[in-house]
Structure formats: C-alpha cells, structure tokens
C-alpha cells in the first residue's frame, strides 16, 4: 500500500521552530519531486516549499523563503521541512505530496495537478 505519513505539527509561540518529517511506505521517494503544502482555516491550499528529483533544486513560496529549509534522506525515505522563526501566519495544516517524476530533471513547482500522492496532514499552530 502506497502511503505517505507526515509528522512533528504541533502548537509552538511565534520565533519557535519544527520539523516536519515526511515518510513514504509501499514506494521509494528517490528520483521524485517532492513539496509541502499548507492550508489555513478558510483559505486555499498554498505551495510552501518543494524539492526536485535531481540536483537538490528547491523552491520556496516568498513568504517563507529565509525560514524554512527542505532536504531529503533517501537512506530514510523521508522529505522534511525545518521551519524556523515562525509566525501565526505560518498556521495550517502541512501536507506532503509526491510527484512521480518521469524525466531525468524536472523543477518542482506548486501546481497541485502534478501530484499523484498526498499525506494526511499534520496540523501546525503558531500562537502565544
């Protein structure tokens, strides 16, 4: 069964860190894009950060460029995203997806149609 579970959401104050953590059953990560969406109460789900399959391309939405970093471990078959200096803007729930790269090299982007799998969700809450 293909399966994508995210963890490490919680409740932290503004200027706190997380890191959420990706980890996919059933398939390998290696050689696909990856990118973490997030969706706040009344609002559409929005890109955050992405990573490619090759080369360690990544991407960032503006908003959080500066403060988030993406990487992956292959060896762990997990994507994660180290969040730093947050703000009660930056509270949603956090949603890996995976996109069954075909190509050598593709630049991962936000457009939610590319991807095939997604995870469950893992709530993020910014607040004093």
């Known amino acids: 069964q293909l399966q994508l579970v995210e963890s490490g959401g919680g409740l932290v104050q503004p200027g706190g860190s997380l890191r959420l953590s990706c980890a996919a059953s059933?398939?390998?990560?290696?050689?696909?894009?990856i990118a973490w969406f997030r969706q706040a109460p009344g609002k559409e789900r929005e890109g955050v950060s992405c990573?490619?399959?090759?080369?360690?391309?990544?991407h960032y939405a503006d908003s959080v460029k500066g403060r988030f970093t993406i990487f992956r471990d292959n060896a762990k078959n997990s994507v994660y995203l180290q969040m730093n200096s947050l703000k009660p803007e930056d509270t949603g729930v956090y949603y890996c997806?995976?996109?069954?790269?075909?190509?050598?090299?593709?630049?991962?982007?936000?457009?939610?149609?590319?991807?095939?799998?997604w995870g469950q969700g893992t709530q993020v809450t910014v607040s004093s």
């Open positions: 059933g398939f390998t990560l290696d050689g696909y894009n």
């Open positions: 990573i490619s399959n090759r080369y360690d391309f990544t």
């Open positions: 997806a995976v996109d069954r790269v075909t190509v050598l090299f593709r630049r991962c982007a936000f457009s939610t149609h590319e991807y095939d799998y």
